[in-house]
């Protein structure tokens, strides 16, 4: 009797608790993976937000100059999975400069698979919108950089903004007569793809590495990953962030051995001494860089290794830190 008096309170509370785990349990499986990726630095008076577009997976035998088992050493040595493919950062930078909103890549959009095209959504939480986006200037034409330019149905995702692409950059995808099936055929088609509505609303511009496109904006010239790859150097007063673009596609890696290159550089050679130039001269110069494939945000410094000036560490900038360009070398 007594048993029975309390049979029914107790089945309720094991109703409720029952109840509650399944709420808990779908409340975790609700939850949103990240937050969304962006990440504020001040350069001077100019703002820069990174961008997360996403990650993709390189796979370990892209990488051409060494025996995988250099390649494995390296990724241990930096507490990275050493039997898979290596994840890879998908970056791009937003600089307010005046009443000038300048993008630097516009992530993969829709061409790379899930993992990419976060780009729009992380432009709107920061605080901004594509539409008043006024400069889009690409490092490269390469389709984790470009693919985001377009929307689903190939429209301007930058409605405002005049393209900008390096003269050499645009000879390559557009000049060259490729209608074959070779493997940079798809390459060749998502470029001229996701410039053709800039094109179209001449709202397309080509200029020479070296040159100065805004007033603290200098465009340097870093050929080799693609013909006309550019990297752009953002002054303003004492301040300053270098964006490199495809420089880098693996820190681990590529840090420690430069001249390691990838299967998608154009030119192995020159990209290898592009890097090594590049690295030498931000490494002594205590330039903040800021680059499409390293960790998100992908803004830190680069220090040469003790006794071995061919050797590099990636040094990333501690969250909320201050902008500290070539000054804090004074
Ligand atoms: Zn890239």
Redesign the pocket.
Known sequence: MIAARFARPARFVQTLLLSLGFILISAAQAAPSQTPGFYRINIGNFTVTALHDGRTQIPQRLFHGQDNSVIRLLLARAFLPITRDLNTS?NAYLVQMGRHLVLIDAGGGNCLGPGLGQLHNNIRAAGYSPDTVDMVLMTHL?S??ACGLVDDEGKMAFPKATLWVTKDEASHWLSRDDTGQNNDHAAFKIARLSIAPYITAKKFKTFNAGETLLPGLVSVATPGHTPGHVSFLFTSGEHSLFIWG?IV?NHAVQLSRPDISIEFDHDQQQAIATRQEILDQVAQKRTLVAG??LPFPGIGHIRAETGNSATYQWVPIEFGQEALGAAAAK
Request: no cysteine.
């Open positions: 998908v390469h984790d950089h495809d596609h499409a494939h």
